[in-house]
């Protein structure tokens, strides 16, 4: 498979995922909306906050390793040896459904059962349904390698449509069983996403059809379960060793970015994370499949070299686009969201200055995205391990600036030292890029230049809501806020219009990529 042709899967996987985030959002709101009219907030605040970050842990500490790791082998590799190392995310994820169980149970703050009640069960159901997940992983795997994206989109669609159908009856019919109904509708989630991958593949690979249209590495659904030969090695030692090296990163990662407040976090990376994390995934598999890890620029094929730093300086140039607009907008209007979302409460304390920090921290956020997608598609163990060593170091300086920064600015702080944090992570990452292309003539960090033009009409826009702000936002009742809101409108169409005029290069690749994308899934 060409390079150019992964890139069109991987973008058409893009889109596809950027579509799911937003589907998944508008669920989510409309369902808390939903079940807050019937339950209590301290139980909706127990599941979208406690029971809801264990199952996310256990799932990034099982797999997140063994995702990126895997996804990087090339196409002559022994795939028996991947599903081997990837079943050993079920053990690991019993291990930290465990752990993290009795951490929850034992060393966290336990809620009152007056007020939240089936607590226990709770941890124990999503700590399971963690487990179910992982059961799925080898087929997941497989199918983002042959960039099945159809695939991804009805699973994850039909669990989410069915775990919402559920809560949703349950909490009309059975208000009174609590977490009960949140414990049972997550574990339908988990168990209807893996079974829609393997009732795929064991269609697929029933139908007579499918050797000759599917470039598949297995014939049948034995080929992904475990298996052991005296002829070759249980696991690719290579692969295991790379896996052990992202996990130390991913742990330390997990350690470094956890916590900024839960309000403006979500306010404020929303935007990023609807438009970037599907990307990120995508290209992740884009750029694992063209390049050959830990080789040197000059000595692969150069058609594949050069597309990968075309695709690169663009998404740099997008990622740089869109968190310099969150930025310069989200200054002018934290405190009109914050007023709008939580009312005077939040827009009158230190939350405006909060959310105006958030902002900044989405900017480098979306660049280390990124960037960091790039380079540990590019990096060969060796490299990854001294990337782990220099995070180390990090974390120590990180959380001596925290806090020395908390006690200078309060809650700001901790958002500038996360700042910090990722400034170096991108900084890091820009030097590993600029030497794997150092001896070639593709230059992808062009992606984080614009025009002076461009850069004139961004000061100006934000100069100019700035102003607006302090003369209509946000004691002049709603016409004020109206008004405000129109003038940004105003701004931000100007200054988008002016990226479209400057920035030909990005929107040509958009609309060659994300525009045939949604094409070829109308056609195929």
Request: aromatic share 14%; proline share 3%; charged share 15%.
């Given at each position: ?304 070299v050069a597309v990968a730093a075309t695709v690169l300086e663009s998404l740099l140039k997008l990622a740089l686009l869109t968190g310099l607009t969150i930025t310069i907008f989200g200054f002018a209007y934290s405190q009109l969201a914050l007023d709008i979302y939580g009312g005077a409460m939040l827009s009158s304390g230190s939350g405006p200055i909060l959310l105006r920090s958030y902002c900044l921290y989405v900017l480098l956020l979306a ?158």
């Open positions: 498979m060409g390079s150019r042709e992964v890139l069109g899967q991987a973008a058409r996987l893009a889109s596809s995922g950027l579509l799911l985030q937003v589907l998944f959002r508008v669920i989510t709101f409309v369902l808390n909306a939903f079940v807050l009219r019937f339950l209590s907030k301290e139980i909706v605040g127990i599941v979208n906050v406690r029971l809801t970050l264990l199952y996310s842990t256990t799932i990034f500490l099982a797999r997140e390793a063994f995702r990126r790791a895997c996804l990087s082998g090339g196409p002559q590799r022994d795939w028996s040896q991947t599903f081997n190392l990837l079943w050993l995310t079920v053990p690991l994820g019993v291990f930290w459904s465990l752990f993290l169980g009795w951490v929850w149970l034992r060393l966290l703050e336990v809620p009152d059962p007056n007020v939240v009640s089936h607590y226990g069960t709770g941890v124990v159901v999503f700590g399971l349904s963690a487990v179910v997940e992982l059961l799925g992983e080898p087929f997941w795997v497989l199918a983002q390698a042959q960039m099945f994206v159809r695939l991804k989109v009805i699973a994850e669609s039909l669990s989410v449509i069915l775990k919402s159908v559920l809560t949703a009856f349950l909490v009309l019919w059975l208000p009174h069983w609590g977490l009960y109904i949140f414990s049972l509708a997550q574990l339908l989630y988990t168990t209807v996403l893996v079974l829609c991958y393997v009732i795929y593949f064991t269609k697929l690979l029933g139908s007579a059809e499918s050797n000759k249209q599917q470039a598949l590495p297995i014939s049948r659904m034995t080929d992904l379960l475990p298996s052991v030969t005296r002829r070759r090695a249980f696991v690719n030692w290579n692969e295991a060793k790379l896996t052990w090296s992202f996990f130390k990163q991913s742990f330390l990662k997990q350690i470094l970015t956890e916590g900024v407040y839960d309000i403006v976090n979500n306010l404020g990376s929303l935007v990023a994370r609807l438009i970037f994390q599907p990307i990120e995934e995508s290209f992740y598999i884009f750029f694992a499949k063209v390049l050959e890890r830990g080789k040197d620029a000059t000595l692969q094929k150069q058609e594949d660049i280390n995205g990124v960037t960091e997608c790039f380079t540990f598609a590019a990096m060969s163990k060796e490299e990854v391990d001294r990337y782990n060593f220099t995070m180390l170091a990090l974390s120590s300086s990180f959380l001596g600036l925290s806090y020395l920064l908390t006690r200078w600015c309060g809650s700001v702080g901790f958002i500038l030292a996360n700042c910090f944090n990722m400034g170096v992570r991108i900084t890091q990452s820009l030097w590993f890029i600029h030497r794997y292309y150092g001896r070639s003539p593709h230059r992808p960090l062009a992606g984080l230049y614009l025009s002076p033009t461009l850069l004139g009409a961004f000061a100006l826009s934000g100069g100019i809501t700035s102003v607006s702000e302090v003369f209509l936002c946000c004691e002049q009742g709603w016409p004020a806020r109206l008004a405000h809101i129109a003038v940004g409108a105003f701004c931000l169409g100007v200054t988008l219009g002016m990226a479209f005029l400057t920035e030909t290069k990005l929107i040509n690749f958009l609309r060659t990529q994300f525009g045939g994308s949604r094409l070829a899934d109308k056609t195929s």
